[in-house]
Each structure stands twice: as structure tokens, then as C-alpha cells.
């Protein structure tokens, strides 16, 4: 128990310090609050091991533009290819934020 909660903290932590470096660096441009970015799966339960991929999505607002919509989607691209540079494996079932199934408004979440 004590290794999983420690490779789930150590992955939060990853994901957060990416999150961050790319807001910094490329898109500073979208609002904190525009937009959330979920881990599903045992990611999301702090269950991971040292072979779980990627499971995750964004739910951003439904007041959000065309061109800030494009903006989520280019970093939700960046973010995971960021992650699978690092060594974390994509979801072979595709369920990643850079997909447009798992990156939406709030109000289509909802439905």
C-alpha cells in the first residue's frame, strides 16, 4: 500500500510540474480557471503501479471562444505527448485528453 501511494504521489507531482511548465512557457494565454484536467482510471484512484498508462480528459467552460477552445486543445496535445515523452504510457484505448471524446465543454459532459 505504502509503494502505490508513493508512486501515485510521485505522478500527481509529475503531472503538476508539466501542467505548470507548459502554462509558463506556451499558454499562459488560457485562463486557470477555464478549464480542468481529470485522471480517470486507477490513475485517478491512486492506484497505480510502476506499468499503468494514461487515463484522463478536460472539462473546460461553456462560456470558452472558438479560438480558447483551440487553445485547450493544443495544450491538452502538449500535455500528453509531454507525458508519453516521459515515459508514461498512452491509454491504448484512447482515453486521453488529447482526444476530442474526452476534451469537452462542461454542458457536454453533462449530457
Request: charged share 25%; glycine share 8%; aromatic share 8%.
Amino acid at each position: 500500500r505504502d509503494l502505490v501511494r508513493l508512486i501515485a504521489h510521485l505522478n500527481d507531482q509529475i503531472v503538476l510540474r508539466l501542467i505548470g511548465l507548459l502554462r509558463a512557457e506556451w499558454f499562459d494565454d488560457i485562463a486557470e480557471d477555464s478549464f480542468a484536467f481529470l485522471v480517470l482510471g486507477s490513475e485517478g484512484r491512486g492506484e497505480q503501479t510502476l506499468a499503468t498508462d494514461q487515463d484522463n480528459a478536460i472539462v473546460y467552460a461553456d462560456n470558452l471562444s472558438p479560438a480558447q477552445i483551440k487553445r485547450v486543445e493544443e495544450f491538452s496535445v502538449a500535455l500528453i505527448d509531454g507525458l508519453i515523452a516521459i515515459g508514461v504510457p498512452a491509454c491504448k484505448g484512447g482515453i486521453m485528453a488529447k482526444n476530442a471524446d474526452w476534451r469537452r465543454s462542461l454542458a457536454d459532459w453533462q449530457k
